[in-house]
Each structure stands twice: as C-alpha cells, then as structure tokens.
C-alpha cells in the first residue's frame, strides 16, 4: 500500500469514527474510550495531511504567480524567494507524516514496573545496583512521575540484591523501555585498598505495566505465600508475616513483596509485579516472532544484551547499542537521562522509517 493509499485510509476511518461518536449515546464506557483514543491518534495525521495539503496549494499558486509574465519584478522576486522557502519545509513534512503512520506501540502509553537485579559482581554489583536503582528514582522525579517501591532486597551494606517500582505518569514505558539489559560499572570499589578498578554488572528489566483487560490470572494458578520479612533488625516489618511471595504454577514466575508493613497492600503489589511479568512474556514471545524482520536491537527488550557501560575512574557513559559516549556520568547518576533516551529513540525511530519505506 503507498502512503497516498493509507493517507486515504486514515482520513476515511478519521470520519467514520466523527460519525460514529456523534450517534451513538449509549455506548460502552470501555469502547468509547478506546475510540476516542482511536480519533485522537488519527486526528493527528489528518492535521499534519491538511497542513501539507494546505502548503502544497500555496506552493503551486507561488509558482502560478512567477510563472506569470504579467508579475511585477519585486512581487515576483519575493514570491520565488517565498517559494523556495516554503519548499525547503517539504521533506520535513513528509517525514513527519510518515512517522504520524508508523504502526503505534501499544506498550508506549503504559506506565512501567521497573526491576532491577546486582549480576556479577558480589557487593560492588549489588552496590551498582542500589545506584542504578537511585538513578532511575532521580529521573522519575525530574519527570514529575510517581515512584512507588514495591520490593527491596537489601545487603545491609547499602546493596541491593533486587529492587523492584512501580513507575506511573505520560509516556513511562515509552521513556524507559530502551532500559532493559545488562548494565556494566567500571569503579574503584571502597573496599579495594590497591586502587584498582573492579567490573560489576547489573540487570535492568522495564515492563509495562499490565492492567485486567492486558492479561488474565486464574486465582487457582497461583501459590501465596507469607512470611517475615527481612530487614535491618528492630523493624516492624520483622515481627509479622506482613512479605507475600506468589508463585504462578503454569510458568513457575515467582514475585514477593516486603516493602510495606501491610500483608494486604504487599499482596495486591506482588500481583502488580505478576501481571506485568505475564504480559511481557506475551509481548516477548510477539516480538520474537518478529525479530527477524527488525533492522535494529535498540528497544527490543533483550535483557541478555550488555546495552551499557559506566565508567567512573573516566567519568564516561556508553551506551553500545548507538555508540553514544557521554562524559556527564555524575549527572546521569543524578537522574540526566534524556540526551540518552532521545538519541535511542530517534535511532528506533531512524530504524522503524527505513522499514516502512
């Protein structure tokens, strides 16, 4: 299908949804929420095509005017100027229109559940971890979003052996989702008394948060458990057995919360961390059945991959995936994550475009 066909196509469904939201009175929350989502995304195009169509028609009248031998000398000197002006707008245009078409994420809309693992390492990684993790709390705050802890497992140390949050607020997963891989630090660790600079690594998983409609949990497939909690001795948290460990049986997943003092509230974010494990299994497996058409890894989830280096005796951040190298590392450990997550996005978007044409 050429662009022009799928413009129309746009513009078509763009006016039967008009029509249909008009008419109908009675219709489902749920639906008319869904095409009122729908609208909302096709209006967008539908503007950026009448915005096109609207400079074409004045390029040609620009042209008309030139072309005519009656046009007086200034006038026609300013309208070529004008012209070529205009012109130049063109490419960008189109681009724009194009990147409009490019089949939505459904994922990009979604808030995130974030997951963060120490790898090799021993202390150090879990150290790097607890950083990572501070990081990633940083960048939410500058972005206004709400972070909410759901689990932590400590080293007494100041480590993290696992953290895991609940990230919710406009664009999350589709800021956050070129997170997910092995991470690599290069640092002189406070216990290394020769100065020498030690390797760790930890692992950064983003999922998309899952809401009831996205995934279904049958309640006889689960397993839950309680336990005390474990934590720096004297907490309250130690005295109960307020820690929820739930154990999916067809896929053996296994997801625990001891965060808060409340058996319940433990509970139902153990079951926040399940649903979003479920459906990105889902959405795993629906990825990898497209893997070999992708063009590009950057934002393919693959958690396996080393996707970054943080270098501190150097002050350097590399992201390998796009061979980006910052020497910024103190304000990225301070939450500055954009320049990267943009440079990553345009790439994906880069990518996405060259498939489409």
């Given at each position: 299908m050429s662009i022009a066909d799928k413009l129309n196509s746009v513009v078509r469904r763009h006016d039967e949804l008009c029509?249909?939201?008009?008419?109908?009175?009675?219709?489902?929350?749920?639906?008319?929420?869904?095409?009122?989502?729908?609208?909302?995304?096709?209006?967008?195009?539908?503007?950026?095509?009448?915005?096109?169509?609207?400079?074409?028609?004045?390029?040609?009248?620009?042209?008309?005017?030139?072309?005519?031998?009656?046009?007086?000398?200034?006038?026609?000197?300013?309208?070529?100027?004008?012209?070529?002006?205009?012109?130049?707008?063109?490419?960008?245009?189109?681009?724009?229109?194009?990147?409009?078409?490019?089949?939505?994420?459904?994922?990009?809309?979604?808030?995130?559940?974030?997951?963060?693992?120490?790898?090799?390492g021993g202390d150090e990684a879990a150290l790097f971890a607890a950083d990572l993790f501070r990081m990633y709390q940083r960048y939410a705050e500058n972005h206004k979003w709400k972070f909410e802890i759901l689990d932590i497992s400590d080293t007494g140390i100041g480590g993290y052996k696992v953290a895991s949050a609940s990230i919710s607020g406009k664009g999350v997963f589709a800021r956050l989702k070129f997170e997910s891989g092995v991470h690599r630090v290069q640092r002189v660790p406070e216990t290394e008394s020769q100065g020498r600079v030690h390797t760790s690594a930890a692992t950064v998983a983003v999922l998309p948060e899952a809401e009831d409609v996205d995934i279904h949990i049958d309640t006889s497939d689960l397993r839950i458990d309680t336990y005390r909690a474990q934590g720096a001795g004297g907490q309250h948290v130690n005295k109960t057995d307020s820690a929820v460990r739930i154990t999916h049986l067809p896929t053996n997943i296994v997801v625990q919360c001891q965060d808060g003092k409340s058996q319940h509230k433990n509970k139902a974010k153990a079951m926040l961390l399940l649903r979003a494990k479920l459906y990105d299994t889902e959405l795993q497996q629906i990825q990898n059945e497209r893997a070999a058409n992708r063009k590009s890894q950057v934002g393919s989830g693959d958690r396996s991959e080393r996707i970054r280096t943080y270098n501190f005796p150097q002050g350097r951040l590399t992201d390998h995936r796009i061979n980006l190298t910052l020497y910024k590392l103190d304000r990225v450990m301070e939450g500055d994550l954009d320049e990267i997550v943009d440079a990553l996005a345009a790439d994906e978007q880069a990518s996405r475009l060259a498939e489409f044409a």
């Open positions: 029509d249909t939201l008009a008419s109908q009175t009675d219709m489902d929350g749920r639906e008319l929420a869904r095409l009122s989502k729908e609208l909302a995304d096709l209006t967008d195009i539908v503007k950026a095509v009448e915005e096109f169509n609207k400079a074409e028609t004045e390029l040609h009248d620009l042209a008309d005017l030139i072309a005519d031998p009656d046009t007086e000398a200034d006038v026609k000197a300013m309208a070529e100027e004008e012209f070529h002006e205009l012109k130049k707008t063109f490419p960008n245009m189109e681009r724009d229109i194009q990147i409009l078409l490019l089949p939505k994420d459904e994922t990009d809309d979604k808030n995130a559940i974030l997951e963060i693992r120490a790898g090799t």
